[in-house]
Nanobody, 121 residues
Framework: VQLQASGGGLVQAGDALRLSCTAS????????AGWFRQAPGKEREFIAY????????HYANFVKGRFTISRDNAKNTVNLRMNSLKPEDTAVYYC???????????????WGQGTLVTVSS
């Protein structure tokens, strides 16, 4: 599975942003899809993932209802809607695909190249 993330940019605190990830190659619909992020000097951390069917979603505690993950298997896309952005959300955001899913980035099989989100105060 090849993944291409897009939608990052510079926004102000309190703004919203929508990240998209387009998949190609193997049947994307067979994989869980997730979003992770990595801030400078920090480890990559889990944000959210959605099961292959789209019926179940899982979020990191810090999301606290601000972010929403969704997918469209007909379009081979997974999206992350981010509301009420904070400066501490500044990071490179990565989409990923995996046959199982989970919150441990080391277990995910396929990764996109990342898209930078910068939130100014």
């Amino acid at each position: 599975v090849q993944l291409q993330a897009s939608g990052g940019g510079l926004v102000q605190a309190g703004d919203a942003l929508r990240l998209s990830c387009t998949a190609s190659g193997r049947a994307f619909k067979d994989y869980a899809a997730g979003w992770f992020r990595q801030a400078p000097g920090k480890e990559r951390e889990f944000i959210a993932y959605i099961t292959w069917s789209g019926h179940n979603t899982h979020y990191a505690n810090f999301v606290k209802g601000r972010f929403t993950i969704s997918r469209d298997n007909a379009k081979n896309t997974v999206n992350l809607r981010m509301n009420s952005l904070k400066p501490e959300d500044t990071a490179v955001y990565y989409c990923a695909a995996d046959s199982i899913g989970g919150d441990n980035p080391s277990t995910w099989d396929y990764w996109g190249q990342g898209t930078l989100v910068t939130v100014s105060s």
